[in-house]
């Protein structure tokens, strides 16, 4: 049996999702020389910053990976997303710059910041859980068109073009962004089984995307920062679940990056998220210093078993059914029982094994019989085409 590895084609895609890389890393990089040379006071735009450079380094690089191994709508937007991120980061560290240098900025940069960030955040939560699929839309084409309506209004009321008040819409992105997450999950549950892994984390970061904008239109007495902190979260899950259901079997060489990288991440939030509720629920308790003291001992009773915890869900996010050995071994076995010949027999372990690895393609080969391919690798597609030209030839003589 043979198994073969996708192809990362040098092609004009490839040279295009170097050049969204590359440009949105170069934005975050000079807003951050920018900042720095301005050195700007502590308030809500600069938790918003951090949030603008990490959209513009994390969605630049998902974006030229999914854009290099596959061709899809959703890395297209992806790199608005990181191009955005990046422009609206510039924007703010330009201004900061300029004051500290006594100059006045050029309007329309300055306004780069309340701005570039829209189209790309607000369709990466309304739009791009819609496309992450690999079956027709059917239905779901309303949710898609509704989600890019929305999107647009609210990129036309920011840029000054719709004279709409800012509060409705926002209402209506929440909205239609939990409708989004719900559908999302509903898929994850219920829809298709080679398409549910890493809905159920794209679900969750989109619901949280959504919620982060609450706090914009009702005063909940909650701290300035906890909208660019929820952004920041959405992060920790959203970008790894983008890759794995739309890569699905084109993950080859990056499991291994992607699993560590989105548990580092996840882990930070979860410790952090122990550390800030254990502190709120003491501090009013305990006499000043016996409410921190207590919630770093919570933060270092619960790394063990939150690790073991999210390390098995992470490795299901990414290695799906292949995270599960015995569940692989088990179906693999039932093909003995089941099968009616040995050619249905080796075609459905050739799939099984083809979609619980994640491979491109599976090739069995018998001894004094035809190759049984799943997938179609290139080895049976070389075969195929030379077949058709010997008959071809044949038919002419």
């Given at each position: 049996m ?13 040279w295009?999702a170097t050049?969204v ?10 807003a951050?020389?920018?900042?720095v040379?301005?050195r700007?006071p ?5 938790w ?15 974006a030229?990976i999914?854009l290099?191994?596959?061709?899809h709508?959703?890395?297209?937007l ?13 924007g703010?560290?330009?201004a ?6 006594g ?5 329309a ?9 829209v189209?790309g955040?607000l369709?990466?939560?309304l ?9 027709p839309?059917?239905w779901?084409?309303?949710?898609l068109?509704v989600?890019g309506?929305?999107?647009?209004v ?13 509060t409705?819409i ?12 719900g ?14 892994n ?9 619901a ?12 909940l007495g909650v701290?300035?920062?906890?909208t660019?902190i929820l952004?920041?979260l959405?992060?920790?899950v959203?970008?790894?679940?983008v890759l794995?259901?739309v ?8 499991g291994?990056a992607?699993?560590?990288t ?6 930070s ?14 501090q ?5 210093g016996?409410?921190?003291l207590?919630?770093?001992?919570g ?6 078993p939150l ?7 992470v ?12 569940g ?12 009616g010949?040995?050619?249905e027999?080796?075609t ?5 094994i083809?979609?619980?690895m ?11 019989t035809?190759?049984?391919c ?9 075969r195929?085409?030379?077949s058709?030209?010997?008959r071809t030839s044949?038919a002419?003589?």
């Open positions: 043979t198994t073969t590895f996708p192809y990362v084609q040098t092609s004009a895609r490839s295009v050049a890389a590359v440009f949105a890393w170069g934005l975050a990089a000079l951050v020389v920018l900042l040379m301005g700007p502590v308030d809500a735009n600069l918003f910053f951090v949030v603008d450079v990490t959209v513009a380094c994390v969605y630049g690089t998902v030229a999914t290099r191994r596959r061709r709508p959703v890395p297209i992806l790199a608005v997303t990181a191009i955005g991120g990046g422009l609206a980061a510039c703010y560290a330009f900061v710059y300029a004051m500290r240098e100059f006045q900025p050029a309007e940069v300055v306004g780069l910041q309340s701005t570039a960030w189209p955040t369709a990466l939560y739009v791009v859980p819609w496309l992450v699929r690999d079956h839309l059917g779901a084409w309303v949710g068109v989600g309506v929305v999107t647009a609210f990129t036309a009321t920011n840029f000054g073009w719709l004279d709409i008040a800012a409705p926002v209402w209506a992105s929440v909205v239609v962004g939990l409708v989004t997450a559908e999302t999950e509903w898929r994850h549950l219920r829809g298709p089984v080679e398409e549910r890493g809905l159920g984390w794209l679900a969750l970061g989109t949280i995307l959504a919620i982060s904008f609450i706090p914009l239109v009702v005063d701290p300035f920062w906890t660019p952004h920041l959405s992060q920790t959203f970008p790894a679940a794995v259901a890569l699905r079997n084109r993950m080859w060489g990056l291994l992607v699993s560590r989105t548990l580092v991440a996840v882990l939030a979860g410790l952090i998220g122990v550390y800030l509720v254990v502190f709120w629920l003491l009013r308790l305990l006499p000043d016996g409410a921190a207590v919630a770093a001992a933060v270092a009773v619960a790394v063990q690790r073991l915890y999210l390390t098995r869900k490795h299901t996010l990414v290695y799906g059914a292949a995270a599960d050995p015995s692989v071994v088990q179906r693999i076995g039932s093909y003995l029982g089941a099968a010949s040995v050619e027999l080796l459905g372990l050739a799939e099984d083809g979609r619980s994640r491979l491109e393609s599976v090739r069995i080969s018998v001894p004094d035809a190759d049984l799943w997938a179609v690798p290139p080895a049976c597609r070389r195929s085409r030379s058709i030209v010997a044949a002419l003589r």
